[in-house]
């Protein structure tokens, strides 16, 4: 997936390029706007992660990655930008999650006595910049939108074990830090004099290390632009 989606952002990249200079540009082509999303984003985990795992229980246990953390966030984005012309602009964005958790419980041989417990809470904002490339349909209020750009992504994760069998408990706190390369396509409907409508699917490439928990962030979104 990751590497189908770098494709097609690399194939965005002499669009976006003559686009920019279809239009020279001058102060009464260029539009600012501000623009809230709802989004709804879904992290590629490293199937590495997800491999034997005791959870201090002296058993070893063949865990999916997907079970030990559930990277299914719902937040929002907060965006910025300009639009040079009728083909072209750039946009700045800043993103935030509420947390998502999981919880597995562990049992003996038998299956009948719990003897462990593991829970996970993880989240993550993000900032960058992309790049628009927009295609109007003629005598439309409405665009396709291509994009590509960068992103500084920080997932935090908090895990716990508790081992019933000695009654103690272990706390586990991490940061990743990572940065992606985005790309997505969508489109846009301005609906009244200032006000615009847009849905996005965009995906973010990160350069995660072996043992990083997720390798790419899938992001679905939402919302209003208001341009001034």
């Known amino acids: 997936m990751k590497i189908s989606y770098i494709a097609f952002g690399l194939a965005l990249m002499p669009t976006i390029a003559s686009a920019a200079s279809e239009k020279p540009i001058t102060q009464k082509n260029v539009k600012a706007y501000i623009g809230w999303d709802v989004n709804w984003f879904n992290g590629n985990l490293n199937n590495k ?78 900032f960058g910049l992309d790049a628009l490339g927009y295609l109007p349909i003629t005598d439309s209020k409405f665009s396709f939108i291509g994009s590509l750009g960068l992103g500084y992504y920080n997932t935090k994760g908090t895990f716990d074990i508790i081992n019933y069998v000695y009654n103690i408990s272990e706390t586990e706190k991490d940061t990743e830090k990572n940065i992606g390369l985005r790309i997505g396509f969508g489109g846009q409907y301005d609906f009244a004099e200032h006000w615009a409508a847009r849905a996005m699917i965009k995906y973010a490439a990160l350069n995660s290390d072996n043992d990083d928990a997720v390798d790419g962030v899938l992001d679905i979104s939402f919302g209003v632009k208001y341009i001034f």
Do not use: R
């Open 49 to 126: 992660l997800g491999e034997d795992f005791s959870a201090g229980t002296g058993y070893l246990y063949n865990v999916n990655s997907d079970e030990l953390i559930n990277p299914k966030y719902i937040g929002f984005t907060v965006n910025a930008g300009a639009k040079i012309n009728d083909y072209f602009g750039i946009e700045t964005f800043y993103q935030n999650t509420g947390n998502s958790k999981s919880t597995i419980d562990f049992y003996d041989t038998l299956g009948t006595t719990k003897i462990s417990q593991y829970k996970s809470k993880t989240s993550f904002w993000a």
